[in-house]
């Protein structure tokens, strides 16, 4: 079995990328008279979190000579940029429909980019089939670790917070915020369309699920990584569904209140939070991404 990420694991990976990532801001709010704080994760380089576990995934081995991902588009841009920083040349996968903003970034780092079937599963399959050294979107220890670094920001800098509250899909972010926590209640919100980690949770074991929602290129898995679930598992995660239309309703209020314009997925903890569905009296939403 492959060993499980520790907390000690995020603290090793917050001093490998902190020289190549940004400490992004935190911000206090008061929204319908409840305080919230907003991790802007968004302003991440290459627009999410993603970055995160790429160079820790990276930087915990020797560099290889070559680097291969599948992505819906976010990891796929954090792996490139990160292969960038390293010298690394890159080779990233991802679905037809691909939103092209997403592929037209990719490009632009200088990775090289190739479309292939419909699913992020599909475009797995294919890149596992090309030589060099292969960074899962979120079944990976150490990318786990990496992502958690995002959550080890907001504990430090924000000790009163009590719930961290991150969209899902395949499972990394919510695993590394699983170990970066503290003991904070974390939460997971998924569209009802896209519940990989929802549905396994509730099964106790991984289950595919059928994928559609208005955030599925961001949180398409069709099924939570064999890591991310047992770490999440252990953790006692509290899973929250959401609607699409609460989403686009999210993602529009955040824009309206705060001039904030991030993607369907990075909305998705905010809807959770408007509906009154997040525990805590000072929970922090974490913005993951804004390659819409």
């Known amino acids: 079995m492959t060993p499980l990420p520790t907390a000690a694991d995020v603290a090793t ?71 960038g920083v390293l010298g690394v040349p890159a080779v990233v996968y991802v679905p037809r429909e691909v939103p092209e903003s997403k592929a037209r970034r990719i490009e632009a780092t200088g990775a090289k980019l190739i479309r292939h079937g419909e699913t992020y599963a599909d475009a797995a399959v294919a890149a596992r089939a090309e030589p ?89 898995a069709t099924r939570i990584g064999e890591v991310p679930f047992a770490v999440l598992r252990t953790a006692g995660a509290v899973p929250l569904l959401v609607g699409d239309a609460e989403i686009v309703s999210a993602q529009e209020r955040l824009w309206e209140e705060f001039r904030l314009r991030v993607e369907p997925a990075a909305a998705a903890p905010f809807a959770a939070w408007l509906a009154g569905r997040v525990p805590g009296e000072l929970p922090c939403l974490v913005l993951c991404g804004a390659n819409s």
């Open 13 to 83: 990976a917050a001093t490998r990328v902190a020289p190549h990532v940004r400490r992004t801001p935190i911000l206090r709010a008061d929204v319908d008279g409840r305080p919230v704080l907003l991790k802007l994760e968004h302003l991440q380089r290459s627009g999410s979190f993603k970055i995160r576990g790429a160079l820790n995934a990276l930087l915990s081995a020797e560099p290889p000579e070559r680097v291969v991902t599948a992505s819906g588009g976010n990891h796929g841009l954090g792996v490139a940029t990160a292969a």
């Open 132 to 220: 060099g050294r292969y960074v899962h979107a979120y079944d990976d220890p150490a990318v786990v670790a990496g992502q958690g670094t995002a959550t080890a920001e907001v504990v430090e800098d924000c000790q009163d917070v009590d719930a961290i509250v991150v969209a899902a899909g395949g499972g990394g972010l919510a695993a590394g915020t699983a170990l970066a926590a503290g003991g904070r209640t974390v939460v997971t919100v998924e569209p009802t369309g896209c519940r990989a980690v929802h549905a396994a949770l509730e099964a106790g074991t991984p289950v595919d699920v059928e994928i559609d929602s208005v955030a599925s290129s961001a949180l398409g």
